[in-house]
T-cell receptor, first 114, second 113 residues
Framework: GAVVSQHPSWVICKSGTSVKIECRSLDFQATTMFWYRQFPKQSLMLMAT?????????EQGVEKDKFLINHASLTLSTLTVTSAHPEDSSFYIC??????????FGPGTRLTVL | DAKTTQPPSMDCAEGRAANLPCNHS???????VYWYRQIHSQGPQYIIH???NNETNEMASLIITEDRKSSTLILPHATLRDTAVYYCIVRTLQTGTASKLTFGTGTRLQVTL
């Protein structure tokens, strides 16, 4: 069964509003989680590394003030897309490492900004 | 992490073996080869990984060449549900450290009747 969940699975919002996406590890603790973004017919691009109890680490070119990440507990990380615009429409996916070997991915959240 | 090269697409008849190649000629000694797949509109799914020995699990087999510069993922009896994009990723494992995965463009496998 799924070990990483995301909520919501899809969301449609108006331009200028903020959207929060949750990523949960279901039966294990994750001090680190990763957030990816995927545009149609493209590969996954890492956006940021979410660290429990400390600031997230953002990849080059990702605006930290636009994509707010909070890793409040060992099983929950949230990504908030602030003042969303149509170009932010994408498939957002989180992952959580379990031990040193494997990363488990969430099912993804499809964001559509009108 | 070392860069990988995969063919953009492959076809396979249902019931036949699917052999997906990956070139990682710049791999270093402490880097592992990982395979993930992504079915349309879903998150990636871990398949298998290896260092230098061939590996097999319930999903697939991984064959790594002796010089470790390339590998092949084998799905022994492909089904329509195996239609997905398959990603070959090379990464270093560091004990106690969660390392990020860098995805290339992968191979789009189409399994047909």
């Amino acid at each position: 069964g799924a070990v990483v969940s995301q909520h919501p699975s899809w969301v449609i919002c108006k331009s200028g509003t903020s959207v929060k996406i949750e990523c949960r590890s279901l039966d294990f603790q994750a001090t680190t989680m990763f957030w990816y973004r995927q545009f149609p017919k493209q590969s996954l691009m890492l956006m940021a590394t979410s660290n429990e109890g400390s600031k997230a680490t953002y990849e080059q070119g990702v605006e930290k003030d636009k994509f707010l990440i909070n890793h409040a507990s060992l099983t929950l990380s949230t990504l908030t897309v602030t003042s969303a615009h149509p170009e932010d429409s994408s498939f957002y996916i989180c992952s959580a490492p379990r031990g040193d070997i494997t990363q488990y991915f969430g099912p993804g959240t499809r964001l559509t900004v009108l | 992490d070392a860069k990988t090269t995969q063919p953009p697409s492959m076809d396979c008849a249902e019931g036949r073996a699917a052999n997906l190649p990956c070139n990682h000629s710049t791999i270093s000694g402490n880097e592992y080869v990982y395979w993930y797949r992504q079915i349309h509109s879903q998150g990636p799914q871990y398949i298998i990984h290896g260092l230098k020995n061939n590996e097999t699990n319930e999903m697939a087999s991984l064959i790594i060449t002796e010089d470790r510069k390339s590998s092949t993922l084998i799905l022994p009896h492909a089904t329509l549900r195996d239609t997905a994009v398959y990603y070959c990723i090379v990464r270093t494992l560091q004990t106690g450290t969660a390392s990020k995965l860098t995805f290339g463009t992968g191979t789009r496998l189409q399994v047909t009747l």
